[in-house]
Each structure stands twice: as structure tokens, then as C-alpha cells.
């Protein structure tokens, strides 16, 4: 009895561990991403105020308001328990990279199979979540691809996801890793996925991972 009571302690414990480290991540979201969008639209207000005839300024105001906007909703739907599954996330993808793809004149494919019932953790849908986009934003601004495409294999536990381009890509010899690179790495390493970076020049690049 006592090792049973001692287990459910332990269990409860661990739980909210989990659970802190969940409100940790979104408040230091909340910090890095709204906190420097709300800066830029104090400091681009009043530069509107004293410049009324630049409508620049208000282009700015705009663009980082609908980008404050999209962080919150992002937030809310990693918090959300109804849209836990791996087709809630590849739903919320594909709601994200569609349209920003064809406003950039950029071929988006997305595709999948098997268990798409598969619930994922708090924190392994916030990280990939985060790792896809990050990653589909970095083809976009730096690849000068036509396709971008997104495949998805769930075979039980086992997911394997596969982002790539066929744009310029890059020499991993010579090009600097760089703060982006290097978050997608770690925030794969977090949630236990095994994580490859694989570019060369001219070749496209293509972001593989897989649940350990």
C-alpha cells in the first residue's frame, strides 16, 4: 500500500512538473515573441505620430500587429487539449504555410499516413510545431525554391517528418549553423526526436525527424 501511495506521489509529481515546465515555455513565448512585436509597434506608433505623411510607418504597425495576433493563436492552440493529435497539427500547418506560400508564388505540398489519431504530449506538439515553421519560414525567405513539401509517416509511435525545398540550398562547411539551425536541433533534442540537416548547393535542403 505504501509503494503504491508512494508511486501515485511521484506519478502526481512528475505531472506537475511537466505542466510548470509548459507554462515556463509559453511565458517565455509570450516574452520573446509578443514582447519584442508589441516594442516594434510602440516605437513605429510614434514614429507615424511624428511623420504623418509616411504611411511606411503604418504598414509596419500592421504587419506586426497580425504577427502578434498569429503568436497568440499559436499559444492558445498548443494549450488547447482538443486539438492534440498529429492531424490537429497537420491541420494547424497546413492553415499556416498555404497561404503565406502562395502569396510568395511557392508550390506547397503536404501528405501523410498512418495514425493520425495520435495524440502528442503539450510540449512535443508546442516543438514541432515550432521546428515546421520555423523551417518553412526559412525556405521561403532564403531558398528562392518553387516547392516546398511537407511528409508525414506515423507507424504506431515511430514519426518520421520530412520538410524540404528545392530551392539554392547551402554548404554546411561553410555556412555558420546560426541561431535558427541551431533551435531546430534543440528543440528536437527536447521532445526525444532524432533531428538531420541535409543541404548542398543547388541541391534544396530537407529537415528530417524522427521519434527516438
Not at 16 to 23: D, H, Q, T
Not at 54 to 74: M, P
Not at 141 to 153: A, D, G, R
Not at 168 to 182: A, M, V
Request: hydrophobic letters at 35%.
Amino acid at each position: 500500500i505504501i509503494a503504491a501511495i508512494y508511486g501515485l506521489y511521484r506519478f502526481r509529481i512528475n505531472h506537475l512538473k511537466k505542466e510548470e515546465k509548459i507554462r515556463n515555455q509559453v511565458a517565455s513565448d509570450l516574452h520573446d515573441e509578443l514582447g519584442s512585436t508589441l516594442n516594434s509597434v510602440k516605437v513605429f506608433s510614434n514614429l507615424a505620430l511624428m511623420e504623418k505623411e509616411n504611411r511606411s510607418h503604418l504598414e509596419k504597425i500592421k504587419e506586426a500587429t497580425q504577427s502578434a495576433i498569429s503568436g497568440v493563436k499559436d499559444i492558445i492552440w498548443v494549450l488547447d487539449d482538443k486539438r492534440d493529435t498529429l492531424d490537429h497539427l497537420l491541420s494547424r500547418i497546413n492553415q499556416f504555410a498555404k497561404p503565406i506560400c502562395e502569396a510568395a508564388g511557392i508550390s506547397y505540398n503536404q501528405q501523410s499516413g498512418g495514425n493520425e489519431n495520435y495524440k502528442l504530449g503539450k510540449e512535443e506538439k508546442r516543438n514541432l510545431y515550432m521546428i515546421i515553421k520555423e523551417t518553412i519560414n526559412n525556405s521561403i525567405k532564403y531558398s528562392e525554391c518553387s516547392v516546398i513539401e511537407l511528409l508525414v509517416k506515423n507507424k504506431g509511435s515511430k514519426i518520421n517528418i520530412t520538410v524540404s525545398d528545392n530551392g539554392k540550398g547551402f554548404d554546411k562547411e561553410k555556412t555558420n549553423s546560426g541561431y535558427g539551425l541551431k533551435n531546430i536541433l534543440h528543440r528536437a533534442e527536447e521532445i526525444g526526436y532524432h533531428s538531420e540537416i541535409n543541404s548542398s548547393l543547388g541541391n534544396g535542403t530537407l529537415i528530417y525527424l524522427e521519434k527516438k
